[in-house]
């Protein structure tokens, strides 16, 4: 009876893990060997975008294990919204991202938004 209770419950794990896996972000930078360090634009559409002198940004930091498990850690928050509000911003005219990778496996992503 017992290895048929541990067999459910890695079953049961594996399938809870399946839905982390399968995630994908909306933005993916290159990843370089050794270091990547890369800015570039979050928003692509500069047709009237007025130029803004008051911004606000967010940093997430992750941690990638890739030897046992391939798991993927991160803490702080790095999207728009946060940005806009650590900037006191009531209007995001664009934005634009900055990632710092050293060998895949520890990076640094910042969000900065800019407008009224």
Not at 56 to 70: H, K, M, N, V, Y
Request: aromatic share 10%.
């Amino acid at each position: 009876m017992k290895p048929h209770l541990l067999t459910a419950v890695l079953c049961a794990l594996a399938f809870g893990l399946v839905g982390c896996a399968s995630y994908r972000t909306p933005v993916r930078p290159p990843t370089g060997l050794l270091m990547t360090e890369l800015s570039a634009p979050l928003t692509t559409n500069f047709h009237r975008t007025p130029v803004c002198a008051k911004q606000g940004s967010a940093e997430t930091t992750f941690f990638r294990e890739p030897i046992l498990t391939g798991l993927s850690f991160s803490w702080g928050e790095a999207g728009i919204r946060e940005a806009a509000a650590n900037g006191g911003l009531t209007t995001v005219e664009y934005a634009d991202y900055h990632v710092t990778l050293v060998l895949g496996i520890f990076g640094k992503f910042k969000v900065t938004a800019y407008g009224q």
